[in-house]
């Protein structure tokens, strides 16, 4: 699986982006999809995960009421639409296609390239 993210850039605190991943090969809707973040000097972390069919949705702490993941399996894209972006959201955003266990147990496989979301205050 090969994974494409975009849509990320520069946006005020307060606003929103949408971020877009979209998937290269015919097994995109066998894997749970991920969104990680990476800010400088500070490890990777996962923000927003969802099942193979949309069931079920994992979101950080730091990013609920504020973030929605989805996936379109006939387009082969998921979705992270960011809303009531803050300064602390600024990273390098990572898609990922991987395994969901549960709610809160997410298993990344493969990892598309990160695309750059900067909120100014």
């Known amino acids: 699986v090969q994974l494409q993210a975009s849509g990320g850039g520069l946006v005020q605190a307060g606003g929103s982006l949408r971020l877009s991943c979209t998937a290269s090969?015919?097994?995109?809707?066998?894997?749970?999809m991920g969104w990680f973040r990476q800010a400088p000097g500070k490890e990777r972390e996962l923000v927003a995960a969802?099942?193979?069919?949309?069931?079920?949705?994992y979101y950080a702490d730091s990013v609920k009421g504020r973030f929605t993941i989805s996936r379109d399996n006939a387009k082969s894209t998921v979705y992270l639409q960011m809303n009531s972006l803050k300064p602390e959201d600024t990273a390098v955003y990572y898609c990922?296609?991987?395994?969901?266990?549960?709610?809160?147990?997410?298993?990344?496989?493969?990892w598309g390239q990160g695309t750059l979301v900067t909120v100014s205050s």
């Open positions: 990922a296609a991987g395994y969901l266990r549960g709610t809160d147990t997410y298993t990344p496989r493969y």
């Open positions: 969802i099942s193979w069919i949309g069931g079920n949705t």
């Open positions: 090969g015919r097994t995109f809707s066998s894997y749970a």
